[in-house]
């Protein structure tokens, strides 16, 4: 994913967001009362974050409109309707999440009783990013909140329009001395991150995501961080290939492409190839007949990025291509067998720009993915079950789909996180909620009658033979 959220600090450098060592030490205060340990605080602010969205539903649309040009649908579907979703169902199901986990203690343990005690870290950092600036800042919020910590939420400085929304909603929805926004640019992520804080979770491009790990280390900060990377999609060649062009072509439009987890690019086996071109083609007139524009940008070094990138291609464009500067619009574009090592098949593209390449079977198929970095997300189109379990079992990945696309982030039953490069930790559910929390074990023994007898010293021969066959 291509962020902008963290930059290193110059010297000299003066941050104009509020008193952030303040901040943080106010809600350090605020955890060490241990009200957010209850489950009716845990349950009344994941309850207050779904009314935040419902409520708000219409200024959110507008800030993303703002932000990124984004439809009140795509609004409605991506940022409100995943997070308020996802807050209601923590708000149900947190006090079973609470919960001891009892264990059933090995033989030479006994008597005694052992557990798993789930407790907060304290104090959390969330860094969000601009793509879907509430699902991506609020959604994790919502384990933090479960698991019971105080937060700072660190919205995109790129999309200020929703950064502001959300600092001016949180404190009206959530409790004020426990979560708060701090807005601002890459010199304030850094500032935050020097407080030291209890855990991390920073949603951002591989890069950066590099930058926040190595700032992080000094205080050893755990840290969850959700990135990018190329998510490819291998279409087969028993694949529906009407059903594969119109998700492949939905989902690569949805948010113009600027998804970290949209197809970054498809390998399609040669027999059908050709004809999922000209079906994505053809899904593409229909999504955007009313659209002549293009897809919106999110800023002019995007675009510049993006364009760039297409300017330099060795494929053949097959659908689109056309750019505007003046609107930071770019046509969905279909890019059939770019060079390898070009920047379309090298960078993550987070646009709406698809490349094609050809493969004579699964086999090189599954090579060439295997021969890049780990993605976030990989994606199969096919109907048999022998192809299926292969590339689940061969292809790693953060998390696959089978025959659509996308969906795997949206649901609250799944771990969703990345793997290498891709990142590291899961979150969504009750995953959010053990994410941000400490699994601590905890084991009671009484003092009567005394077996532990059998190992003080002298060690006798009996004790000894006796021990042999307790351990």
Known sequence: ????????????????????????????????????????????????????????????????????????????????????????TAAKNVGKWMKRRYRLLELAQLPGRGWVEYEPFGTVLIIGAWNFPFALTLGPAVGAIAAGNTAVLKPSEVAPASSALMAELVPRYLDNDAIAVIEGDGSVSQELIAQGFDHMLFTGGT?????????????????????????????????????????????????????????????????????????????VAEFEAGNTAGKRIVNERHFNRLTTALAATKGSV??????????LNIQPTVVVDPDPAEPLMTDEIFGPILPVVTVQNLDEAIAFVNSRPKPLAAYLFTKARAIRERVIKEVPAGGMLVNHLLFHFSTHKLPFGGVGPSGMGAYHGKYGFETFSHRKTVLTKPTRPDVSSIIYPPYTEKAWKLARKLF
């Open 1 to 88: 994913m291509t962020a902008e959220s963290v930059a290193p600090v110059q010297a000299g450098t003066v941050s104009n967001a509020p008193d952030i060592a303040a901040t943080v030490q106010r809600l350090r205060q605020t955890f060490a009362t241990g009200r957010t340990r209850s489950v009716e605080w845990r349950r009344n602010q994941l309850l207050g974050l779904e009314r935040l969205h419902t409520e708000n539903e219409l200024a959110i649309a507008d800030a993303l409109d703002q932000d990124l040009g984004r439809s009140p649908f795509e609004a409605w579907l991506a940022d409100v309707a995943t997070t308020a979703g996802e807050a209601k």
């Open 318 to 327: 097959a659908v689109g291509g056309g750019s505007d500067p003046a609107g």
């Open 207 to 283: 890069e950066i995501g590099r930058r926040v790990y190595e700032a992080a280390a000094p205080h050893l900060t755990p840290v969850t961080l959700e990135l990018g990377g190329k998510s490819p999609v291998i279409v087969s060649a028993d694949a529906d290939i009407d059903v594969a062009a119109k998700r492949i072509a939905w989902t690569k439009l949805v948010n113009s492409g600027q998804i970290c987890i949209a197809p970054d690019y498809v390998l399609a086996e040669a027999p059908i190839r050709d004809q999922l071109v000209d079906k994505i083609r053809d899904a």
